[in-house]
């Protein structure tokens, strides 16, 4: 689930190893770039953390946010 929190959506997801974990990386940079709505994340080997936030809303959490949040978790669902 996300949570709101410091003007951000922030959602942790972990994974079998690095290596899904990339591949899931990389299914969602296809498509932040879709949406023109790139999010902070990291990656430490089978975990990777977003959080959200719209630099043009005064950083703050806009739907442009709750809808990548809702795409992130479509793709993450292919790997449960």
Do not use: C
């Not at 739907?63 to 795409?71: T, Y």
């Amino acid at each position: 689930m996300w949570k709101e929190e410091d003007d951000k959506l922030k959602k942790n997801f972990r994974f079998r190893d690095f290596k899904e974990a990339f591949l899931f990386m990389s299914e969602v940079a296809k498509t932040v770039d879709e949406m023109d709505h790139h999010p902070w994340w990291s990656n430490v080997y089978n975990q990777v953390t977003f959080e959200l936030t719209t630099h043009d809303a005064g950083d703050k959490v806009s739907d442009k946010d709750k809808k990548l949040a809702s795409a992130i978790d479509t793709i993450a669902e292919k790997y449960r």
